[in-house]
């Protein structure tokens, strides 16, 4: 799992770089529209959307549950009826 996790990370960390390279790029393309930004950038719109697909995936399929949740979810309702 520790690669996994290492991958997540590096994901996480390729999102933030990619989105905030979209939105000063998508900036820059309203003030001067004939530079074609937005039309040039595409590898980052890719690496932005691999890496958001990775880690909904990692998300939803490796999620480990907490020990606050208990048996039946957060609502505790497991431990609640026993006696």
């Known amino acids: 799992m520790k690669v996994v996790d290492l991958l997540k990370i590096i994901a996480g960390h390729i999102c ?3 989105s905030i390279s ?10 001067n529209p004939l530079m074609n930004f ?6 980052l719109l890719y690496a932005l959307c691999a890496a958001s697909v990775f880690l909904g995936v990692c998300e939803i399929y490796l999620r480990k549950p907490t020990a606050k949740q208990g048996e039946y979810g957060a609502g ?7 006696r």
């Open 16 to 18: 933030i770089i990619c």
């Open 22 to 31: 979209l939105m000063v790029i998508q900036i820059l393309d309203w003030f």
């Open 76 to 82: 505790g309702y497991g431990k609640m009826n026993r």
């Open 38 to 43: 937005m039309g040039n950038s595409m590898f």
